[in-house]
C-alpha cells in the first residue's frame, strides 16, 4: 500500500482486500521508466514494463508513451490511460523468470 494515502483510503482498500477482491494502489508516477505495474485492460497480473518510445502530444491528445513489459506485451499509455501501482495483483510469472534470469547474468558479470 502507498504509505503517502490518508487513514481513511488505507482502511478502505484494508477492507477491499480482506473481501477477497483485488486492489491497486492508483496511477505511478510520471516519472514511471520501469518496474511493476498493472495495465488496466491488459491481463489480469502486474507486469514488468519499460518505456518503448513516445508520440508527441497534438491539439486533440495528450503525449502517447509505449511501454512494453518483458513477456513481450505493449501497450499505450497516457495521462487518461496511466499504469496502476501493482497492489494486490499476482506478478506475471513469464515477466517474473525473465527479469530473475537478467539479473543473475549481469551479477556474474
Not at 521508466?33 to 498493472?38: K, N, P, R, V
Not at 489480469?44 to 514494463?49: E, F, N, V
Request: aromatic share 8%; with cysteine.
Amino acid at each position: 500500500m502507498n504509505p503517502n494515502h490518508s487513514d481513511e483510503v488505507k482502511a478502505f482498500l484494508t477492507r477491499g482486500i480482506k473481501a477477497g477482491g483485488y486492489v491497486s494502489d492508483g496511477p505511478v508516477a510520471d516519472t514511471f521508466t520501469a518496474g511493476w505495474a498493472l495495465h488496466p485492460f491488459v491481463g489480469k497480473r502486474a507486469h514488468y514494463w519499460d518505456r518503448r518510445w513516445t508520440l508527441p502530444s497534438n491539439h486533440r491528445h495528450a503525449a502517447t508513451l509505449m511501454v512494453g513489459s518483458l513477456c513481450g506485451q505493449e501497450s499505450p499509455i497516457s495521462e487518461r490511460l496511466p499504469l496502476l501501482g501493482v497492489g494486490n495483483f499476482s506478478h506475471c510469472e513469464l515477466c517474473d523468470r525473465k527479469l530473475l534470469r537478467g539479473m543473475k547474468s549481469r551479477g556474474s558479470r
